[in-house]
């Protein structure tokens, strides 16, 4: 039977870019595979409301849109890739909205633990793309993904992408290595040793933090190369199941933490009630 590759488009736009990256990965496949694809911008997914229900009712959220339908989508889904464009240097908002309400991710650990990913920004201008690489690659690492690639292609309008180099060869690259062949590219840019990530902030005194699982660690000059020695923190979220798993317990004791200190807190709530005046939709 065909294997399924859920392809996430993170944008609008019928035949832009990031549809057609996914369509041509799916092509650059070798194995037995089917496409769904799936337009996360269309979706009516609205923002999480912080109840935390969802890590007591095995993922299950009480707001009723589509948000389901994508988390069912990647459950059943083989492998997926996720191509998002640009937009003011971020990726497109409906990532951000979907991992919002991720809390419900950790009822459905075991559908989504581990599947085969890869993840794509596009920008249309080049050295433009801001935080989109590292957004993408939260997607999946978030959705519980196995991130086995992820590229910035540059293109402005609809299909350009293709008329530069590079794309048709990207393509093929992390349809490779989305089916677990393929050499393992050298890095050419030092990477986070815990994750694989390559966005990292400066701390004080030499130490670097990795923005994609957020652990720190020294970094330096070696025989002519940077390198960084980051090491996983106390609170990892998607580095191994058994963590991800002990994350999920360490949020429901939350509840009890918040029950005792409820007085404490209201305390410290009521002290600013009434405080400004707020603006207010227009729709209520
Ligand atoms: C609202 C908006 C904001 C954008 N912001 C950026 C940007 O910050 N940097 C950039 O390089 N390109 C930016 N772009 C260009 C898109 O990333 C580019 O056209 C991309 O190819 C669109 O992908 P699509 O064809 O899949 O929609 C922006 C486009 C739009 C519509």
């Excluded at 923002?47 to 994508?70: R, T, W």
């Excluded at 060869?169 to 590219?185: D, S």
Aim: charged letters at 25%; proline letters at 5%; hydrophobic letters at 40%.
């Amino acid at each position: 039977m065909a294997k399924t590759l859920l392809g996430i488009v993170g944008s609008l736009r019928k035949s832009g870019n990031s549809e057609l990256f996914v369509k041509e990965l799916f092509r650059q496949l070798s194995g037995d595979w089917e496409l769904k694809l799936l337009r996360l911008p269309q979706m009516d997914i609205r923002p999480c409301k912080a109840c935390y229900q969802c890590i007591f009712d095995e993922g299950k959220c009480p707001q009723n849109d589509d948000f389901s339908l994508v988390l069912d989508a990647l459950i059943h889904a083989d492998a997926y890739v996720i191509a998002s464009p640009t937009y003011l240097l971020g990726a497109n908002a409906s990532l951000k909205r979907f991992l919002d309400r991720g809390l419900c991710f950790y009822g459905h650990l075991d559908g989504l633990w581990g599947k085969p990913a890869v993840a794509v920004a596009i920008a249309g201008i080049e050295g433009m793309e801001g935080h989109t690489k590292l957004d993408v690659e939260s997607f999946v690492k978030l959705t519980m993904g196995d991130l086995r690639g992820s590229a910035v292609l540059y293109g402005a309008l609809p299909g350009e992408i293709f008329l530069k180099s590079g794309a048709r060869e990207t393509a093929l690259r992390l349809a490779r290595a989305l089916e677990g062949g393929g050499e393992p590219a050298q890095p050419s840019v030092p990477l986070c040793p815990v994750c694989g990530g390559d966005t990292f902030r400066f701390l004080p005194e030499g130490q670097v933090r990795c923005m994609l699982c957020s652990s720190a660690g020294p970094a330096g000059w070696e025989e002519g190369r940077l390198r960084v020695h980051t090491r996983a923190g106390e609170h990892t979220l998607f580095l191994s199941y058994e963590e991800a798993r002990h994350h999920a317990d360490w949020l429901r004791t939350m509840k009890d933490q918040f029950l005792a200190r409820r007085n404490e807190l209201k305390e410290v709530a009521q002290a600013y009630a009434g405080e400004g005046n707020w603006v207010t939709p227009q729709k209520a």
